[in-house]
């Protein structure tokens, strides 16, 4: 007679590892830290924002930290209404948008051939390591300028984009990333009878979304704070781009070269309250773009092309 033997109740096993102290500690210690560097980070601005909503008395007796006194919002209301601030602007994002564009155009164009085999393309090493040294070595500030004169740029939008239209550090974190696209599905392309481009156009580029969308956030960033190429290239007033304007307000206030407008602005910017304010306006530009490529940033630039 076989007996059929009575389960015993296994005791329940608990999926939920626990924590030990010293893990615990690592990661109370861990969230301080981090929230001190945050915190060290954001301080200075949150100051800056302060200071353009203070009134001047409080401002000027250094009396205002973190926290508005005598709020007001006049310094704000006196810089949206100057001419030569939105000219500034103006020129600023058509620098951006232009100069974005050839950025990534250039970048694209050139990282797809490079990212290829040797037997693909020959003398691929050579051809890397001529725009590599191009990144160490440049040709001097003098030798630019005299080219920019000699072509006939200088004082034109086209001298503050053409000097960088392929960045060199950008072009070598988009060819590591084509790098990694699997070569079978550029033979499957090929095969189907489509070309280089089309297979650029629909293979590599949505797939190279987040290194695109990283690549074009450093692209917008360079040059929106660049201010010395305009001081050098731009001699009419109307057409230096934002930086180089607020650099003259800020820092370089030469009396000598100001016209009547600039000569009133620079008496009304004596004070902190109005150089703080300008330094907002600036700023939140480039804090409005961030959200859109968010998104792309989660997967990063390291990650790989084709997900599992």
């Known amino acids: 007679m076989t007996s059929i033997a009575k389960k015993q109740p296994r005791s329940h096993v608990s999926n939920h590892i626990k924590e030990s102290t010293g893990r615990k500690v690592f990661r109370v210690v861990n ?29 000027d007796s250094n009396q205002v930290y973190f926290w508005p006194k005598g709020w007001t919002t006049s310094a704000y209301t006196y810089i949206l209404t100057r001419a030569s601030f939105w000219t500034s602007f103006r020129t600023s994002i058509i620098r951006v948008l232009l ?7 250039f970048i694209i164009l050139t990282a797809y051939p490079l990212s290829k085999s040797n037997d693909k393309l020959h003398f691929r090493n050579v051809y890397t390591w001529y725009f590599f040294i191009t990144m160490l070595v440049s040709g001097g500030m ?19 984009v053409l000097p960088g239209a392929l960045p060199v550090f950008n072009l070598v974190l988009m060819l ?7 070569t079978a599905l550029e033979e499957a392309a090929l095969i189907d009878g489509a070309s280089h481009l089309r297979t650029l156009v ?12 990283t690549i074009t956030l450093f692209c917008i960033v360079s040059h929106w704070n660049a201010w010395f190429d305009g001081m050098i290239y731009i001699t009419t007033p109307s057409r230096v781009p ?6 003259s307000i800020l820092i370089d206030m030469n009396v000598a070269d100001m016209s009547a407008d600039d000569y009133e602005m620079y008496a009304m910017l004596a004070n902190r309250t109005v150089k703080c304010s300008q330094i907002i306006v600036a ?14 940033f989660v997967s990063g630039i390291v990650l790989g092309s084709v997900k599992g």
């Open 202 to 213: 629909q293979i590599y580029l949505p797939v190279s979304l987040p290194a695109i969308a």
């Open 142 to 160: 003098i030798p630019n300028y005299l080219l920019i004169a000699k072509l006939g740029l200088r004082d034109s939008i086209w001298s503050l």
């Open 99 to 105: 100069g974005g564009s050839l950025n990534l155009f």
């Open 176 to 182: 590591n990333f084509f790098r990694q696209v699997p």
């Open 283 to 296: 700023t939140i530009p480039i804090l409005c773009v961030y959200p859109f490529l968010q998104r792309y």
């Open 242 to 247: 934002m930086q180089t304007y607020l650099r």
């Open 31 to 59: 969230v301080i830290v981090l929230t001190a560097l945050a915190l060290v980070c954001l301080l200075p601005f949150i100051n800056v924002i302060a200071i353009s909503f203070s009134n001047s008395f409080y401002v």
